[in-house]
């Protein structure tokens, strides 16, 4: 009988994730460049990107909130633990995404200085 109901939970539970996660997709990762070799023109095109993955990944982030909130307190406790997992594996994500641009940009920084401005 056990086996019965851990097989029920986890049908109930793949239905839960399917419905929670087919309609809110992951941004696809960003290329940082490196800031020590990169040209002005990269950098900027990076931080347009990670501008428009951050968009991106804070409405994956509302997708999974409303997912979850959608389901109310009727779904299982192990599926709303899977929304929070889900929930605070994005915002890591995108906090390292934001670091490592802000790390590559002071590189670039250190590369290329700006001329003191000329009197």
């Known amino acids: ?18 419905m929670a996660f087919a309609a809110c997709e992951a941004p696809a990762p960003v290329a940082i460049p490196d800031g020590a070799t ?7 095109a990076a931080q347009a990107e990670v501008r428009a993955y ?3 990944m804070n409405e994956f982030i509302a997708c999974i909130d409303s997912e979850g909130e ?8 192990e599926f709303k633990s899977l929304i929070i ?14 670091a490592a641009f802000n790390e590559q940009l002071k590189a670039f920084r250190a590369a290329n200085p700006t001329p003191p401005p000329a009197n």
């Open 38 to 44: 990169a040209t002005r023109e990269q950098m900027l």
């Open 54 to 56: 951050s968009a991106a």
């Open 70 to 77: 959608a389901q109310g307190e009727q779904a299982p406790a």
């Open 1 to 18: 009988m056990r086996a019965v109901n851990t097989c029920v939970l986890a049908t109930i539970l793949c239905g839960y994730g399917t």
């Open 85 to 98: 997992e889900r929930h605070n594996a994005a915002v890591t994500e995108l906090e390292g995404v934001a």
